[in-house]
């Protein structure tokens, strides 16, 4: 799953769970604009990868290269809101990603969530103070894979020498 695939699979899983309106829950990016209202809302951040290897295997027969990435991806679900939903409901999120249907969703996707540390209030650093805001930070052990056709080369091409005034054909096979 590419990163934008596994904050979108975070995002379906926290709509569901919560019963919240899908236009509340967003993958955030520079052009995100925050609601005015008083209703919750959920922000899918990314934050950074951690390379853990990669592999590749050829099937000698078909000729098809796979070659697949292991990652951690970091993410930062964020819960907000005016009121006091925020506060009131923080937990759900990470409830989410730990019930039946968020582990058969992570399982059906080939990947697994984990809790790096406990949820944060980080309403106190609100200027305004008006917003309350949680922060979930959640790492998802991800594997991309991608499959390739690849010439395969069975023979070398024969090179022509000349030795002592005779003319010898190598060939490599």
Known sequence: MTTTEVGQLLGDIITDYMGLDPSRVVLKDEMFDAPKDQDI???IEFESTEYIGITQEVAPTTGIETMGQSTMEHFAIEICSRGRS????HQEAM????????QQASEEAQCSFFRS??????SSIE?????????IPVIVSNVQT???????IDKFRSEEHTSNSSHVAL???
């Open 86 to 89: 925020a506060q009131d409901r």
């Open 146 to 152: 991608k499959t390739a056709a690849v010439p395969q």
């Open 95 to 102: 409830l989410a990603l730990f019930s039946v249907a968020g």
């Open 41 to 43: 809302y959920v922000l």
């Open 117 to 122: 540390t406990p949820p944060m209030d980080l």
């Open 127 to 135: 200027g305004s103070g008006a917003l309350r805001r949680w922060r």
């Open 171 to 173: 060939s490599r096979m």
